[in-house]
């Protein structure tokens, strides 16, 4: 296995988890902290969703990032808020989540390992090369979609896979 496959199987999975986790969670619950001043599902879903379009349009294509109007609702650093107020749907963020990941894999898929190798437009060393940012971004979505199970769990919910 190269490295690109090992990227496109942590994208694919992380997808196919996080989509088993929220689909049939309502909008409510969706905006259900597990615990006061928790991170609910729709805000770690919108989360990763911003942080993967930051981290591909902006940093490694070096574009502006189409879901920039998100950035107060999902940036790094923002806060969810009570009730959900303000906050796009759970379609709507699944949506955009999926036109991301398509880019995303399109992306890597484009790179050679070389390209990977080529620095990424972050001046820190967890991500200053583009494999590096691909890397993090698989890291970070299973990081967020932990806090989506835990969502689950304080709502009473099964485990969505195992």
């Known amino acids: 296995m190269n490295i690109k496959d090992l990227y496109r199987h942590q994208f694919d999975m992380g997808?196919?988890?996080?989509?088993?986790?929220?689909?049939?969670?309502?909008?409510?619950?969706?905006?259900?902290?597990?615990?006061?001043?928790?991170?609910y599902a729709l805000w770690s879903l919108g989360h990763i969703t911003f942080s993967e379009a930051s981290g591909l349009y902006v940093q490694l294509r070096q574009e502006p990032n189409p879901l920039e109007a998100w950035e107060a609702l999902f940036d790094q650093g923002t806060t969810p808020t009570a009730g959900g107020q303000g906050y796009p749907g759970k379609d709507e963020v699944w949506s955009h989540f999926e036109q991301v990941r398509r880019d995303l894999l399109a992306f890597l898929e484009a790179q050679s390992e070389e390209d990977l190798d080529k620095p990424s437009g972050v001046d820190h060393p967890w991500y200053d090369t583009a494999g590096k940012m691909l890397g993090v971004l698989a890291v970070h979505q299973a990081f967020h979609a932990g806090?989506?199970?835990?969502?689950?769990?304080?709502?009473?919910k099964p485990p969505a896979l195992f």
């Open 15 to 39: 997808q196919y988890y996080l989509r088993e986790m929220v689909k049939e969670m309502s909008h409510e619950e969706m905006v259900t902290p597990p615990v006061p001043g928790g991170n």
């Open 147 to 156: 806090q989506i199970a835990l969502a689950r769990k304080a709502l009473g």
